[in-house]
């Protein structure tokens, strides 16, 4: 069985360093020239699948704005996950799930078990609860070749207050974490299946990434204002394990698949730019 870091290790090299969301917000539903409603939510969902499902290594839906349409919602971020899944791309789903014992199991099975109508390569995960509450998570992705994003240093404000805290050794909590999941993928090859989410606005951390030897998920690129270049600053020299994550840069573009396809491929050049090492 291919691990989760395997795979995602060959679709960068095939694809590229990117990962796009799948974010149906009104606003974004409106800028579409779609109603804010299921037939709405299924138009925009399938426009970004024919777009981008064959070109771009991971695709992330964010769970919510289908959840919002209830049951129907739900039914159609099935069908994206699995017209994704037939294109090619990597699914990551944002859900950013935490809780406790049979909870979190039941969270993993949800999303990390191939029997699940719901089954995608990796989900987002918070780990508030401690990271080892996230045990059935990791469990269940090594079983089947998943992967898990922990969050580690987020891009809202308010994210600071916890993930910067001391801990009684002297360590800031978001430390901790990076320290935790490093442990999880020591040893593997050719890229270990945990990766960690730290946001491209949040600039120099202070914090140790180096021996996370899995891949950093760096939202807030485009709209919520960081750019490629910003990468240099907030990874340095575990630039090379970066997944740069863009949502409403390339969705802004649409519904016209052409220019939808057109602003992925702007966004891509900048990431391999700046991640080759190149001005």
């Not at 919520?224 to 740069?244: E, M, N």
């Not at 863009?246 to 491929?265: F, H």
Request: aromatic share 6%; proline share 6%; charged share 20%.
């Amino acid at each position: 069985m291919e691990t989760f870091g395997a795979r995602l290790h060959r679709a960068v090299i095939e694809r590229g360093p990117l990962c796009v969301g799948i974010d149906p917000h009104p606003g974004l539903l409106a800028r579409w020239g779609l109603d804010d409603d299921v037939r709405g939510l299924e138009r925009f969902a399938g426009t970004v699948v024919e777009a981008l499902g064959d070109r771009v290594a991971v695709v992330k839906p964010q769970s919510a704005f289908f959840e919002r349409f209830g049951a129907r919602g739900v039914a159609i971020l099935e069908s994206t996950i699995r017209q994704l899944r037939n294109c090619g791309s990597l699914v990551l789903l944002d859900v950013k799930r935490g809780d406790i014992g049979s909870t979190v199991a039941a969270y993993a099975s949800a999303y990390l078990d191939p029997s699940s109508p719901l089954y995608v390569d990796a989900v987002t995960a918070s780990p508030y609860l401690g990271v080892g509450s996230l045990a059935p998570m990791f469990e269940l992705a090594a079983a089947h070749g998943g992967g898990v994003f922990v969050l580690a240093l987020t891009s809202n404000p308010e994210g600071a207050a916890v993930q910067r805290a001391r801990a009684a050794d002297g360590r800031t909590v978001a430390q901790t974490v990076i320290d935790e999941i490093s442990q999880l993928n020591a040893g593997a090859q050719p890229l270990g299946s945990f990766g960690l989410v730290v946001g491209a606005t949040i600039g120099e951390t202070g914090h140790d990434l180096s021996s996370v030897n899995g891949p950093l998920l760096a939202p807030g690129l485009g709209a919520q204002g960081a750019t490629a270049a910003d990468l240099r600053v907030v990874f340095g020299p575990s630039l090379p394990a970066v997944l740069p994550s863009y949502s409403r840069e390339v969705l802004n573009a649409g519904p016209d698949v052409t220019a939808l396809r057109a602003a992925t491929d702007r966004v891509l050049a900048d990431c391999r730019a700046v991640l080759a090492g190149r001005d």
